[in-house]
């Protein structure tokens, strides 16, 4: 039988190994695989370096045994990025070895953002536990090994979330749809569709591959089958709403057909698969819940003295939901914490994009302009608040304080603002203190002590406020 012309690479996790061999003997009749095996050995090299000079085609076995290697997730990002067309990623099921030997199926879900987040939290952890090692043992700091590998597992860190988001990005397959009919789908990825139809002729319909597909199937839904027991009603109610990895129909090629042609075979046909291969499917929607569990940890590592460890976190949550806007928010916020104005800056204007409206980022970037010595700007983004909701005391008083700061001579406009402070807020006592401040600064004593006397029957025992008389 004529074989495909060009080495095709099969790139995997070593945990991986049977079902790679499987794969490889099935279509050994046509295709000749360079096996690229990768293990969770850190000192290994990584898959994409070892793939960057294999010019062919790739098919790249993804399973929760991958997702968990570095030297599988180190560089995938960017390797993948820029070889998008030569690459077909496979959906595969894990494999979990016990101590006593005998293994356990491990499903790989993509669709929903509760599946991502776990591999972003288990990279997150790495990194966290792995420097927590090199701070306590004085000799893992200054191993070179240790502290490279460190310094990989970070880099993973920051960059598992958006790598896995643009794996189901990407077009892909699960390892069903991938074995269905004979390897239909690779041949048609291969663009050697008449190759794969002699291969289909040549091969009896009782291989190993149609079994193996549903072996690995059945184990597959076993296993998702008991991560979480739910009743019928409401398992079928979230089907028919929420979006899953193995089974969106806008995910399988082919099924578009089902609405056009009942009488027609429930198969992947070419022309749906071809169209399949140009689109991009949409990133997993966010879970305001699941999100909101990130952000609450980030501020806990905050609040425990763990900037840098915060900011990993959100750096790599938005770097896997872009258009989550409160968590981008709390990112800003975070590097405002950290003194990176810039960043924080660039962060939050792409919040105002999404949400003009936000007031808490129009809050943010005020104060961010005025660190920044952009005095106008930061007057701007107060009035913008302002103008949906006049009844913010905190808002008139930050706007007062800001035009003191850079238009000293606009004294009505900081009246005005401290005025309005305290009118929305009567214990805001400190806007009448700033009040009286700017009274005293202009030579209007009268005025100045009105407002102190009326201060110190909100709070006898404000010091300043006696000097002052």
């Not at 030997?101 to 997150?124: A, F, K």
């Not at 699960?174 to 794969?196: K, R, V």
């Not at 302002?386 to 406009?413: C, H, I, K, R």
Request: aromatic share 8%; with cysteine; glycine share 4%.
């Amino acid at each position: 039988m004529q074989q495909f012309s060009h080495p095709v690479a099969l790139a995997y996790c070593a945990d991986n190994e049977q079902l790679a061999r499987q794969i490889m003997q099935d279509l050994s009749a046509v295709i000749h695989f360079e096996p690229f095996s990768s293990s969770v050995d850190q000192d290994a090299g990584s898959l994409s370096a070892r793939l960057a000079n294999f010019s062919g085609p790739i098919i790249l076995l993804v399973s929760d045994n991958f997702l968990r290697s570095a030297p599988c997730m180190e560089g995938g990002l960017s390797f993948l990025n820029a070889r998008q067309n030569d690459i077909l990623p496979v959906i595969i099921p894990g494999v979990k070895t016990h101590e006593d030997g005998h293994t356990e199926t491990v499903p790989t879900n993509l669709g929903r953002v509760s599946d991502i987040i776990q591999y972003i939290n288990y990279w997150q952890d790495r990194y966290l536990d792995l420097r927590r090692q090199k701070n306590e043992d004085q000799q893992l700091a200054e191993d070179a090994g240790f502290v490279d590998y460190l310094r990989r597992v970070r880099e993973i860190s920051g960059q598992a979330g958006e790598y896995i988001r643009l794996l189901r990005g990407v077009w892909h397959l699960t390892y069903e749809e991938f074995a269905h009919n004979h390897y239909e789908q690779l041949f048609i990825f291969l663009d050697e569709p008449e190759l794969g139809e002699a291969f289909r002729a040549s091969t009896s319909a009782s291989t190993t591959t149609t079994e193996a597909a549903e072996a690995l199937q059945d184990t597959h839904e076993d296993a998702q089958d008991s991560e979480e027991v739910i009743p019928a009603v409401e398992a079928e109610e979230e089907l028919e709403v929420e979006d899953t990895f193995d089974f969106t129909a806008s995910d399988i090629p082919g099924l578009s057909l089902l609405d056009e042609d009942a009488t027609q075979d429930d198969t992947p046909s070419e022309e749906a698969a071809a169209h399949e291969a140009t689109e991009t499917a949409e990133p997993p929607s966010a879970d305001p819940q699941e999100l909101s569990q990130l952000i609450e940890k980030a501020w806990r590592m905050m609040d425990e003295d763990q900037l840098d460890e915060a900011l990993l976190v959100l750096e790599a949550a938005v770097a896997s939901y872009p258009e989550a806007t409160d968590l981008r928010y709390n990112y800003s916020l975070l590097l405002a914490q950290a003194e990176r104005y810039e960043a924080a800056t660039k962060e939050i204007e792409v919040v105002l994009a999404q949400d003009p409206q936000h007031a808490d980022a129009l809050f943010l970037a005020g104060e961010l302009a005025d660190v920044q010595g952009k005095g106008e700007a930061a007057c701007a983004y107060y009035q913008e608040i302002l103008m949906l909701n006049d009844e913010l005391s905190e808002v008139w008083y930050q706007l007062g304080m800001t035009q003191v700061a850079y238009f000293p001579e606009e004294v009505e406009a900081a009246e005005k603002a401290f005025k309005k402070a305290f009118k929305a807020d009567k214990s805001n006592v400190e806007a009448l203190y700033q009040l009286a401040q700017l009274y005293l600064r202009n030579g209007q004593e009268d005025k100045a002590i009105k407002r102190l006397e009326q201060l110190l029957e909100l709070e006898p025992d404000r010091a300043l406020a006696h000097y002052d008389l």
